[in-house]
């Protein structure tokens, strides 16, 4: 399972020019479910997403957890293209939609997040708060 998580001061969904979720200060995660993740994963990335010290605290320096900030979520099924051979990504490392589904909704339940929708072409926006994007995986 793989995580590109941005801290953001706010990002939004769109589904055929339609707003589905948006938030203001905190985190944009685009999940990938790979063949063979379990909900131990899940739960693994889901808590060290929401531990990360990525916001700044009085000081100014990234030691602040997310704590009561926002949380939206997009499936991404994507992050696991490998494009080592040739020009065109391959997906094979990718979850059916079947078995991706339930860990996406299990991870953003356990976050809190709001949410894209599944297997959907979307437009995601965001604004990035400071030059901070993280790529975690389990």
């Given at each position: 399972?793989r995580a590109l998580?941005?801290?953001?001061?706010?990002?939004?969904?769109?589904?055929?020019?339609?707003?589905?979720?948006?938030?203001?200060?905190?985190?944009?995660?685009?999940?990938?479910?790979?063949?063979?993740?379990?909900?131990?994963?899940?739960?693994?990335?889901?808590?060290?997403?929401?531990?990360?010290?990525?916001?700044?605290?009085?000081?100014?320096?990234?030691?602040?957890?997310?704590?009561?900030?926002?949380v939206l979520c997009?499936?991404?099924?994507?992050?696991?293209?490998?494009?080592?051979?040739?020009?065109?990504?391959?997906?094979?490392?990718?979850?059916?939609?079947?078995?991706?589904?339930?860990?996406?909704?299990?991870?953003?339940?356990?976050?809190?997040?709001?949410?894209?929708?599944?297997?959907?072409?979307?437009?995601?926006?965001?604004?990035?708060?400071?030059?901070?994007?993280?790529?975690?995986?389990?």
């Amino acid at each position: 399972m793989r995580a590109l998580v941005q801290r953001v001061s706010r990002a939004a969904v769109d589904v055929e020019g339609e707003r589905v979720a948006q938030i203001g200060p905190g985190m944009l995660v685009l999940l990938g479910v790979a063949v063979g993740d379990r909900s131990e994963e899940c739960d693994k990335l889901a808590d060290k997403v929401a531990k990360l010290r990525i916001f700044d605290d009085a000081e100014g320096r990234m030691n602040e957890p997310l704590g009561d900030r926002e949380v939206l979520c997009v499936s991404q099924f994507t992050l696991y293209g490998d494009a080592r051979r040739g020009n065109r990504p391959s997906y094979v490392s990718a979850a059916r939609p079947e078995d991706a589904e339930p860990l996406y909704e299990r991870f953003c339940e356990r976050l809190g997040a709001k949410q894209g929708v599944f297997g959907a072409c979307m437009g995601v926006a965001l604004i990035n708060d400071g030059p901070v994007t993280l790529m975690l995986e389990v």
